[in-house]
């Protein structure tokens, strides 16, 4: 997917153990967004941002945590693992001119809390 | 009652089939947007809509605005559109997004 670089694409992580999702654009858009996708659900917002310092929590915050120090770089934190954290990750900005345009997913991390 | 409802949850079609997905929201949006996940999990953007109809190659989309309600439409199916195709109205400077409708086009 053209200027969205997500990672890692799966990773298996223990009960309480803390990792990063990473999600990286070099389309200098203000927004972006942090979904799950849990199986036979539609995305849910986790958290978003429309600018570098400025972050708001979506529909599922808890349990999640994010920082945008630059354009490019939102990152997603989880800091105490759970299974009901268990789910498919996405990070998606809009491409086109101004916030309503075309948008733009990572592939996705497969997340397992086990 | 959700946002944003897609109908139907699932559709199988013939190859070379017309099918219509229906959206209907509930919120005030200032765009919608139609979405394409694969099985293989990935998603690809196909349309933002604000109002009217847009057309690429054999999908078409349309919506109106008044009546809070959306339809993709795409002609003369093929194996290869098998996949769930997603609605989601932006609104508030968020997207909100339907459960999906999974569709699997038999040759």
């Known amino acids: 997917n053209a200027g969205v670089t997500q990672t890692p694409k799966f990773r298996i992580l223990k009960i309480g153990q803390s990792m990063t999702l990473q999600c990286t654009q070099d389309?200098?858009?203000?927004?972006m967004y942090w979904y799950r996708q849990d199986p036979g659900m539609g995305l849910k917002l986790i958290y978003y941002s429309v600018g570098a310092g400025i972050t708001d929590k979506g529909e599922v915050p808890n349990g999640y945590n994010v920082s945008r120090s630059t354009t490019e770089d939102f990152p997603l934190r989880l800091e105490l693992a759970a299974p009901s954290q268990t789910s498919v990750y996405f990070c998606?900005?809009?491409?086109?001119?101004?916030?309503?345009?075309?948008?733009?997913f990572g592939e996705g991390s497969r997340l397992t809390v086990l | 009652k959700n946002e944003v409802e897609q109908s139907p949850q699932n559709l199988t079609a013939q190859e070379g089939e017309f099918i219509t997905i229906n959206c209907s929201y509930s919120v005030g949006i200032s765009a919608l947007h139609w979405l394409q996940q694969h099985p293989g999990g990935g998603i690809v953007s196909l349309f933002m809509?604000?109002?009217g109809k847009k057309k690429h190659g054999r999908l078409i989309a349309t919506i109106n605005i008044q009546e809070k309600h959306s339809s993709l439409h795409i002609t003369a199916s093929h194996p290869r559109d098998s996949a769930v195709y997603i609605c989601?109205?932006?609104?508030?400077?968020?997207?909100?997004f339907g459960t999906g409708t999974l569709l699997a086009v038999q040759p």
């Open positions: 809509l604000s109002s």
């Open positions: 389309m200098n858009h203000n927004y």
């Open positions: 998606a900005i809009p491409g086109g001119v101004g916030r309503t345009g075309e948008l733009f």
């Open positions: 989601a109205p932006f609104a508030t400077n968020k997207l909100i």
